[in-house]
């Protein structure tokens, strides 16, 4: 089943903007992380923020976590037309020993 | 270079036959795992193993089987009892941790095409 929901299914910004993909979940985590896929690839790690942490930077991304609303948020700052790809957010439960992931934002950046 | 390899990259299956996917790591790992991808889809998990010699059912395991007998290695076989096959296969696999999940390494995937 799946844990997380993306919002937006899809997001297209001008080279330079800033973007920010927000994900949902249901049950309680221990972590939550995120990842990006490029097309036809394998997925890549991002960040990792735990239930215990509210915001966690990594470069031009910012992550934000907010366990009573069961929401993240990824800030992609500054975007570079390589940033180009699907970025799924992925939960680890209490009492799994797995990711959950969700479906995906399409981040589309224009030249 | 430490990494996951998945073979092989494409593969093309007639109906009823059954199909092996390759995945093996070198990054001393105890954790490995199978997703499956669809088109625009999200991944759903199929099999993961957490040690050798163990592994448990994902969520869409119907059709699959795996086997763990050495830690580098987690083969997924797609049996003629999936039915509908064709999707990008993921293997991952990660440090198994003390308090949840820890960041998932991944290979670079294997495209299953039933004709």
């Known amino acids: 089943s799946q844990q997380g929901e993306e919002d937006p299914q899809a997001l297209s910004i001008q080279e330079g903007e800033n973007a920010t993909m927000n994900c949902s979940y249901k049950?309680?985590?221990?972590?939550l992380q995120w990842y990006r896929q490029n097309s036809g690839r394998g997925l890549v790690h991002l960040i990792l923020i735990r239930s215990n942490e509210r915001e966690k930077h990594s470069g031009r991304l910012r992550v934000t976590l907010d366990t009573s609303k069961k929401s993240s948020s990824l800030l992609i700052t500054a975007s570079r037309a390589a940033d180009t790809a699907s970025y799924f957010c992925?939960?680890?439960?209490?009492?799994?020993?797995?990711?959950?992931f969700g479906t995906g934002t399409r981040l589309t950046i224009i030249p | 270079d430490g990494g996951i390899t998945q073979s092989p990259k494409y593969l093309f299956r007639k109906e009823g036959q059954n199909v092996t996917l390759s995945c093996e790591q070198n990054l001393n790992h105890d954790a490995m795992y199978w997703y499956r991808q669809d088109p625009g889809q999200g991944l759903r998990l199929i099999y993961y193993?957490?040690?050798?010699?163990?592994?448990q059912k994902g969520d869409i395991a119907e059709g699959y089987s795996v086997s763990r007998e050495k830690k580098e290695s987690f083969p997924l076989t797609v049996t003629s009892a999936q039915k509908n096959p064709t999707a990008f296969y993921l293997c991952?696999?990660?440090?198994?941790?003390?308090?949840?999940?820890?960041?998932?390494?991944f290979g670079e995937g294997s495209r299953l095409t039933v004709l």
């Open positions: 991952a696999s990660s440090i198994r941790g003390i308090g949840g999940t820890g960041e998932l390494f």
């Open positions: 049950t309680s985590i221990n972590n």
């Open positions: 193993s957490q040690i050798v010699n163990d592994f």
């Open positions: 992925a939960t680890d439960n209490f009492g799994n020993e797995k990711l959950t």
